[in-house]
């Protein structure tokens, strides 16, 4: 009984990783981890763990300041996450 409440509490994802996700975000919601560290400890890629902070009502651009080396790699990060989007895209096209 305990075990499903763990599971539904995790939503089928292992607790062990929930518990890594929960530390991140605490983690990184008091400036004490950047963004790509957060991501690195929930085992997620970078724009993984921004949606999962989105999806969560987590305001993930707060505190990153233009020209600082978090907001950078934040931007380039999420440039390159819509390049792929749509890279993909235009193969798609392709197929049809």
Excluded at 15 to 38: D, K, P
Aim: glycine share 4%; no cysteine.
């Amino acid at each position: 009984m305990i075990r499903e409440k763990l599971k539904n509490f995790s939503n089928g994802q292992a607790v062990e990783q929930s518990i890594y996700t929960s530390i991140a975000v605490s983690l990184f919601i008091s400036n004490q981890i950047s963004l790509e560290e957060g991501a690195h400890l929930a085992d997620m890629i970078f724009t993984d763990f921004i949606y999962f902070l989105d999806l969560h009502n987590v305001p993930w651009s707060i505190g990153l300041k233009d020209g600082s080396e978090d907001y950078q790699k934040s931007v380039d990060h999420l440039i390159d996450f819509v390049d792929n989007i749509l890279e993909n895209e235009e193969k798609e096209v392709f197929l049809i």
